[in-house]
């Protein structure tokens, strides 16, 4: 924690999703997924437009072809492209101040805001943001910090077609719009991995679709 977080709300890494949960069914505005099987929000407008633009050149100056972490054999699985925010960027500060604020998770946790970007055709098929326990290089991401709790997303801009992200267990389309959040829990309430996590950024048909993303990680983000 340094002189600027410890203004910010800590409730925990997200393992227990129960002070996270509180704080944004206390918030107005936030809308929760009527699913058992899912912890998820959404709550519209949480980033200003201007905020949003100024994110979106910062994505553009540091955006390269994505990667994933376990390699499947599909080379078409992740077409879109990624970038690493700069962490002292007072944009990038403002960001992760409005996210602390409205979910109460611990900024120690947090894994740096990535930004990504879908041109026409681009996509992430179907995932989970938790690292397969038996995947191959699950040391390699999750030795120092664990696996992934919750994650946040934020779009910035809506495309004139297509790139919903598409959450196929609970049959829930979010569409993208600027400054809109979704958060959800990667966990079920007993800590336990989630399958129904399981999402996808269908296709954009036509413009480009902008988000960023921030992880939070079991253990404080040590890389
Ligand atoms: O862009 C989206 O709608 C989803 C992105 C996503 O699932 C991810 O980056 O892990
Ligand atoms: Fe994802």
């Not at 972490?69 to 879109?80: E, V």
């Amino acid at each position: 924690m340094n002189a600027l977080t410890e203004a910010w709300p800590d409730l925990g890494n997200g393992l227990d999703s129960a002070p996270i949960v509180a704080r944004l069914t206390a918030t107005p505005g936030v809308q929760r997924l009527p699913s058992p099987k899912l912890t998820l929000f959404v709550k519209r407008d949480v980033l200003p437009p201007e905020l949003c633009a100024e994110l979106i050149t910062r994505i553009d100056a540091v955006r390269r072809p994505s990667t994933i972490a376990d390699p499947n054999g599909d080379s078409a699985f992740r077409t879109s492209e990624t970038g690493d925010l700069p962490a002292d960027d007072p944009t990038v500060i403002d960001t992760e101040r409005h996210i602390a604020m409205l979910t109460g998770l611990s900024a120690a946790h947090g894994e740096p805001i990535q930004g990504q970007r879908y041109a026409v055709g681009q996509e992430f098929k179907a995932h989970t943001d938790y690292f397969d326990l038996n995947g191959a290089d699950y040391h390699r991401y999750c030795g120092l910090s664990g696996n992934r709790t919750w994650t946040v997303m934020l779009y910035l801009n809506t495309p004139e077609a297509g790139g919903a992200t598409r959450f196929k267990a609970v049959d829930k389309m979010i569409q993208p719009e600027p400054g809109k959040m979704v958060a959800w829990s990667n966990r079920r309430a007993d800590g336990s991995l989630n399958p129904a996590t399981l999402h996808q950024a269908m296709k954009v048909r036509a413009g480009v679709k902008y988000v960023i993303t921030k992880w939070y990680r079991e253990l404080p983000w040590r890389g």
